[in-house]
């Protein structure tokens, strides 16, 4: 049987590398995109999350956090108790932003001092922050100009501090997303090509009077896809890190083993849009029936958390959703290796579904 496969794994990978075509598909546009995305792509910010952290409760103190709550830009707010809280809202992403005012704030305006109150920002989402820094900005200084009429010359400073991204790049955030997208296209158009491919050069019905069993096939046909996405995903990878000079501060290992579980779950759907499609044409056009929602619900044009409930709910079986997250985190702030499982095991159940799914498929249509 491995045999089989072997010689199968090898037939697809020889006709894909020895077109020139092909391989010209492979390399150029992913690159192309990869540059022009990362100046093109922009984002807004609404229905964000903001944690307060007030450690002083004077009478200014409770008027900044109060203006701060009550901003149309924020529509949830944590309160926190303690400077111990404040590195897991960020680093869990459950604010964008903590707003620090220290214990003597409001004594320093009371006695004309210069107070000043920390404002934390989540550097990975670069745009939103950024936009939700000049919101905050604003309202300082709508705070600053209360205190001046109020004869206190000197008033209160806001002082920001991004983590994870300290410029607020926007190519830091936006190359590893597209790795994680231009990964996603050419596994997807591999695997849906596949077998539509055979139909048309009609070499499909030799695979069936062969002695390979259908899942033996299916197997033969993912595995060279699986192959190719990896080292598309690493050529991907190499020029985020060389060309875009994005930092990659995580766990190459991590990388790839959850590449590997995501890389499945899109061969998964490839395959089955392949196992329906009769013509390249209509497997080009199922694949991206899947990939521009799969886009568009990943977190990456605009935040999920700007979704309504039930789209939310939908995208927690987009696989590209937790890859996405995965990416970022690896590439920006080493994120753990718990943490990379509890974005990978969702991508495990949709890649059995999906493979199990386009087996399914793949059998009826051979029978």
């Keep these: ?3 089989r496969i072997r010689a199968l794994i090898i037939k697809e990978l020889l006709a894909i590398l020895r077109d ?6 492979l390399i150029v546009p992913p690159l192309v995109q990869l540059f022009v995305f990362s100046f093109a792509a922009t984002q807004e910010a609404k229905n964000q999350t903001l944690a307060i952290l007030n450690l002083d409760h004077g009478k200014q103190a ?3 956090a109060q203006n701060f709550a009550a901003a149309a830009t924020f529509s ?3 309160h926190l108790t303690g400077a111990a809280e404040v590195p897991p809202v960020i680093e869990e992403q459950q604010a964008i932003a903590v707003l620090w005012i220290p214990e003597d704030f409001s004594r320093n305006i009371e006695n004309g001092q210069l107070a000043e109150a920390s404002f934390i920002l989540d550097g990975r989402k670069t745009n939103t922050a950024g936009i939700v820094q ?3 900005q604003r309202m ?8 001046a009429a109020g004869g206190r010359p000197e008033g209160a400073r806001l002082v920001v501090r991004n983590w994870f991204n300290p410029n607020l790049d926007f190519r830091w955030y936006t190359v590893p997303s597209l790795v994680c997208i231009l990964t996603t296209l050419i596994s997807l158009l591999v695997t849906g090509l596949s077998v539509a491919r055979e139909r048309e050069m009609g070499t499909f019905d030799q695979l069936l009077v062969s002695p390979l069993h259908p899942l033996e096939i299916l197997v033969g046909k993912a595995v060279p896809a699986l192959i190719i996405a990896m080292a598309e995903g690493t050529f991907m990878v190499l020029a985020a890190v060389f060309l875009m000079r994005v930092p990659f501060n995580g766990s190459l290992p991590l990388l790839y083993a959850s590449m590997a579980v995501f890389l499945l779950a899109i061969i998964g759907v490839g395959l089955f849009i392949s196992s329906l499609s009769m013509t390249q044409q209509q497997a080009i056009l199922g694949a991206f029936v899947f990939l521009v929602p799969a886009v568009i619900l990943s977190g990456y044009a ?3 958390e700007n979704m309504p409930p039930w789209l939310q709910t939908i995208t927690l079986g987009n696989p590209l959703r937790y890859f996405m997250t995965i990416v970022r985190g690896i590439f920006l702030k080493d994120i753990t290796a718990v943490l990379v499982w509890q974005q990978t095991w969702p991508m495990a159940v949709i890649a059995a579904i999906t493979l199990s799914t386009a087996t399914w498929l793949f059998k009826k249509r051979m029978e």
């Design 62 to 64: 409770l008027t900044l």
């Design 140 to 147: 300082m200084n709508d705070f600053q100009a209360g205190l």
């Design 76 to 78: 949830r707010v944590l």
């Design 20 to 25: 020139k075509k092909s391989r010209f598909v």
């Design 1 to 3: 049987m491995f045999s």
């Design 302 to 304: 605009s935040p999920i």
């Design 134 to 136: 000049g919101y905050a």
